[in-house]
């Protein structure tokens, strides 16, 4: 059994009709009003708190990376740095893999720190003493000593670092 | 546009059930009356609900260790934290405000009645959803309101006699309260409960439109009203409620910030265990059965309560639909409220 | 039946508002709207500020005898927050010093110290119990086990060290993380860390060989820093002829400290018996290493009073405390 109703415009003279339309306007424009100004007052600040912090700079980090006078001349130390952090709302131990060593006479500065993290996809690279290259196992992307693509597909030379010396002498990377 | 709009409607066929929805004539008594304006509204904060609730998701770590510093940082350091969880907050509390208020309303219609039967009792099962949104809520954050909110409430399901203990150890996913009670509050939470609480609501709308609202008292036959149209006229009327429920909760969250306790310590001894304000009448309610007689409170009242909502329909068969002329359920039914408001204001209080 | 709505509803968010404006317990300082113009002790923003009076308690193992009053105040603006610190002292000490006796130095003094405590990450039960939980735990345990570090290898906290002698003198606080790991090989002994420093802080005015002072006030300039401090800027090597039986040279290099670890300033001024100390920080440094402070937040903290010592001995707040925003 349905609840039996005739049809709203049935029934009704010339000037209902037409006030009828008029209201008819008013509703729809409050409407739609009402329900952009809600979906506006809750959206806007929403996509705000939603995009949060994605979008922020990674702030500069300094690492120790170990004594100067640990490093050979010539020849690459891998390191692998961790440091605490505060990722978001969690202590978390970033952890990461660097390529140091004192550099070539000739150099802008003293030492010559290369992030070990390939070009391409994001593999790490390894240093061989041998053939002095970096070789990148995932597809094969190899680098020169100074971090220059010499073969394979990654797109850009690896990442230097800026380096630093304390006042204890320890050398530091700028992740 | 129109090309579209024919164009998917020759391939979905839905224009014609598209229109019957807005086209819906509303009572012209319904149409006046804000407590028609209800049900909608709750549908609008549910959608407030699930909105915010799934974007506080995006940075919620339900886990001990960082459930209370992801709030905090939601809160505190995000922008727009405080409106987000703030609006979140009240909006649980309104709903549950707007459900009793759309219940009584229901009551003084006696829209239960025959055919009506099954959406009530449809709604009261969403009734026991929406409070259920609110006791899993209250944990997730992992402070100490929560923590020990939680704790009582699950000790009270270990007061069911014979299933107690298994109940408990199931609300709790083990023996303590633990990482695996918080994994499985937010599932319910955010997952189990809005897939529910949609499906029925779709039930319960499919059947309010079935049956039609009910006609209003004063008039003996149904159909006799005259009718506005359900989009624009009526529409507009609930989409102004819902704009100036959406402007409160957005002005509560700002002047009452949502709360975060302490984050939660299970060897605190000082801490007092205090419900949300909608569980504060079940919890002074437990405070008058003592040791043996627990079960009375945590068990025997409540069924009885929610068993009287669901045989409502049932027992109160008559044609009769003026309140005031049926006086032995309109006064089971006012001291019903008047012992759930006088046990809330003890509670707090207390 | 819709203006009754409407006044319901009033009703309701008035009553809502109402009930969340409450006064502070004991343990709670609340933190109230307003500017100090200086850091000056008497400054006039104090009088609107509440005070919180907590007495430290002595713990097992300090030469502390009694615990200390402190009545401590907040104030905070839209960038801003400053805390004003009140004890009874009777002795106002700052006086590291090498003292000469004609042929040979001899170092010795010690000074006042005022330290706080705040969560960067969680302590575990740090907000619920306080520092007895959070770096004097657990209390039965036997003191040679009360090493400070932060209850998990997850945690850190926000160390400020207010030092009559050290950092006072540069108009500053120490600002340390107390961690529960070392993290790298120079900080080995202690789980007190230094904020990342570009520059500055205090350093031993010693010899290579540790026998005396390396360094005294230059001649020619008058001492900046007050009488018995000596800063770096105005020191020069030390000429030992100019010096007679008795005669003292400060045993510390003093600066001003750049970078996280000079994040706060300070200015304790010693009088009528009292330490009035006043500390001013930004609400939010952007330092990884600093706690962070935003209104509306309840902020956990614990103090430690320390009296004419160099190290260990203190007392401090058993109970939490906690800054609030009015």
Known sequence: MTHQVGEPNEARGPNEARDLGRRDFISTIGFWIATVASAAILGIPSARFAVGKSLEKVVEHWVPVGAVDALKPGEFTSVVYSFRVKDAWREVKKEGLIYVRPAPPGGASDFQALSGVCTHLGCNVRWSKETSRFACPCHSGVYDSDGAVISGPPPRPLRQLETRVTEDGVLEANI | MSTVLRWLDQRTGWSGPIRTIFRYPVPAHAHHNPLFTMGSLLLVLFGVQAFTGALMAFYYDPSPEGAYASVDYMQFILPFGWLVRGVHHWAASAMVVIVVLHLLRTYLYSAYKKPRELTWLVGVVLLLITVSFGFTGYLLPWDQKGFWATQVGTEIAGSVPAIGSALRDLMRGGADMGIATLTRFYSVHMLLLPGAFVVLVLAHLALMRRHGLAPALVRKGEGQEKTVPFYPTHLAIEAGVALVVIVGLVVAANLVPAPLDLRADPTDTSFVPRPDWYFLFYFQLLTYFPGGLEAIGTVAIPLFFFGSLVLLPFIDRGAERRPWRKPVTSVAFVLYAVAVILLTIRGASG | ?326
């Not at chain 3, 570009?198 to 290579?208: F, M, P």
């Not at chain 3, 000079?262 to 100390?277: E, F, H, L, N, P």
């Open chain 3, 1 to 326: 039946m819709w203006k009754r709505l409407v006044g319901l509803i009033l009703v309701v968010l008035i009553a809502g508002a109402c009930g969340a404006a409450n006064a502070a317990a004991p343990n709670e300082l609340l933190a109230a709207k307003g500017a100090p113009s200086s850091l000056a002790p008497d400054d006039g923003a104090w009088r609107d500020a509440g005070v919180m009076t907590v007495t430290t308690a002595v713990i097992a193992g300090s030469a502390a005898k009694q615990g200390v009053e402190v009545q401590a105040q907040a104030l905070y603006s839209g960038t801003d927050m400053w805390f004003r610190f009140v004890w009874a002292d009777p002795t106002q000490s700052a006086d590291r010093f090498w003292t000469y006796d004609g042929t040979k130095w001899t170092s010795g003094g010690n000074e006042d110290r005022l330290s706080l405590l705040w969560e960067i990450s969680p302590l575990d039960r740090f907000q619920t119990r306080g520092c007895t939980a959070a770096c004097h735990n657990p209390v039965s345990d036997p003191l040679e086990k009360w090493y400070m570090v932060t209850p998990s290898f997850d945690a850190r906290g926000d160390n400020w060290q207010w030092i009559a002698g050290r950092t006072n003198p540069v108009g500053q606080a120490d600002d340390k993380t107390l961690v529960g790991f070392l993290p790298t090989a120079t900080s080995l002994g202690s789980s007190f860390v230094n904020d990342a420093t570009e520059k500055g802080g205090s350093t031993n005015n010693r010899t290579a060989d540790g026998l005396g002072p390396a360094k005294m006030q230059d001649p020619s300039k008058p001492a900046s820093a007050g009488s018995g401090f000596l800063l770096a800027s105005e020191a020069v090597n030390i000429d030992v002829s100019k010096f007679k039986a008795g005669d003292k040279v400060p045993r510390d290099l003093l600066a001003p400290t750049v970078g996280s670890r000079g994040d706060i300033d300070a200015k304790g001024v010693y009088a009528s018996g009292k330490w009035t100390v006043v500390l001013h920080r930004h609400l939010d440094t952007g330092n990884d290493d600093d706690i962070q402070f935003v209104p509306g937040r309840t902020i956990p903290f614990g103090l430690a009073v320390f009296d004419n010592v160099s190290g260990f001995s203190h007392t401090v707040s058993g109970d939490p405390l906690y800054l609030k925003f009015k």
